[in-house]
């Protein structure tokens, strides 16, 4: 089954910042809209940012703006989540994936994604 594949996660400090990395080897990253999600324990899975096809169209949830980016690096077909200032509620593991349906939304078509990275943000 094709698959993404997620990196970069580890235990960080409060205020740390951590970098993930989205890949795969079977799967053109460019072509549809690309979300990170996050699943806290005991809690749903949260969507935190997409991306369009395009880089134009950009949502990040109310929880970290201004201290998440997205990005995506065609010539590496690699998708990335640059994270700042974290906090201990940013505690999760984090999935990438990828529409099948949409070039501007993550709301639909959702189907590719990857095992998760687990980040802990912690003293």
């Known amino acids: 089954q094709l698959q993404l594949v997620e990196s970069g996660g580890g235990l960080v400090q409060p205020g740390g910042s951590l970098k993930l990395s989205c890949t795969s080897s079977?799967?053109?990253?460019?072509?549809?809209?690309f979300g990170w999600y996050r699943q806290a324990p005991g809690k749903e899975r949260e969507e935190v940012s997409c991306i369009s096809s395009d880089r134009q169209i950009i949502y990040y949830r109310d929880s970290v703006k201004s201290r998440f980016t997205i990005s995506r690096d065609m010539a590496e077909n690699t998708v990335y989540l640059q994270m700042n200032s974290l906090k201990p509620e940013d505690t999760a593991v984090y999935y990438c994936?990828?529409?099948?349906?949409?070039?501007?939304?993550?709301?639909?078509?959702?189907?590719?994604w990857g095992k998760g990275t687990l980040v802990t943000v912690s003293l």
């Open positions: 994936a990828q529409s099948t349906l949409s070039r501007e939304s993550c709301n639909y078509g959702m189907d590719f």
């Open positions: 079977e799967i053109s990253l460019y072509y549809y809209a």
